[in-house]
T-cell receptor, first 114, second 116 residues
Framework: QQQVKQSPQSLIVQKGGISIINCAYE??????FPWYQQFPGKGPALLIA?????SEKKEGRFTISFNKSAKQFSLHIMDSQPGDSATYFC?????????????FGSGTRLQVQP | EAGVAQSPRYKIIEKRQSVAFWCNPI?????LYWYQQILGQGPKLLIQ????????DSQLPKDRFSAERLKGVDSTLKIQPAKLEDSAVYLC??????????????FGEGSRLTVL
């Protein structure tokens, strides 16, 4: 019930291409879906987030698509750049008695080739 | 604005030894989290504090792990005795309760533990 399943495990994209990472969840009580970006030796940092009342959110080259009925959401990186090479984690949160801890997916290692 | 500070950055110990990690959250952040990130996996919550009270420690292996947050600011995470499977990066995160970034987690760079 608490799991968030992420795919693919790794992804290689050419510079200028589109990177797509998918996540699926089971628990309909999740109410907040962020994506975090992590560079080697650093902690994860928030990239973009969406709530279930919205089907899409775009910030610059990054877009989250959210499908509530399918319980899936995805991250699209347009015009991918070598600087986007990092590990990406989807996550979800339940607003339950004040708990706001995130449940993370297993991560996708993105490599953008120049 | 200073970020979340963690120390030490790296620690190597023998199994059955003890280790402690320290975290100083962003000033004013009421909520503090400790996550364990095993190589190749996503972060897994160990414990969540709000001010100096525990909100969720359901996934903390309490037979060997302990954590405290004195005066609602700094926090320490202790492992005693360590096992090989405790080798991981221990991430501390903090979060404001309210405001435009309320609920957003801000992570430190982590403390990498190797148990031999």
């Amino acid at each position: 019930q608490q799991q968030v399943k992420q795919s693919p495990q790794s992804l290689i994209v050419q510079k200028g291409g589109i990177s797509i990472i998918n996540c699926a969840y089971e628990n309909t009580a999740f109410d907040y879906f962020p994506w975090y970006q992590q560079f080697p030796g650093k902690g994860p940092a928030l990239l973009i987030a969406i709530r279930p009342d919205v089907s899409e959110k775009k910030e610059g080259r990054f877009t989250i698509s959210f499908n509530k009925s399918a319980k899936q959401f995805s991250l699209h990186i347009m015009d991918s750049q070598p600087g986007d090479s990092a590990t990406y984690f989807c996550a979800a949160r339940i607003m339950d008695t004040g708990r706001r801890a995130l449940t993370f997916g297993s991560g996708t290692r993105l490599q953008v080739q120049p | 604005e200073a970020g979340v500070a963690q120390s030490p950055r790296y620690k190597i110990i023998e199994k059955r030894q003890s280790v402690a990690f320290w975290c100083n959250p962003i000033s004013g952040h009421a909520t503090l989290y400790w996550y364990q990130q095993i190589l190749g996996q996503g972060p897994k919550l160990l414990i969540q504090f709000q001010n100096n009270g525990v909100v969720d420690d359901s996934q903390l292996p309490k037979d060997r792990f302990s954590a405290e947050r004195l005066k609602g600011v700094d926090s320490t995470l202790k492992i005693q005795p360590a096992k090989l499977e405790d080798s991981a990066v221990y991430l501390c995160a903090s979060s404001p309760l309210k405001g435009p970034r309320g609920g957003e987690l801000f992570f430190g760079e982590g403390s990498r533990l190797t148990v031999l």
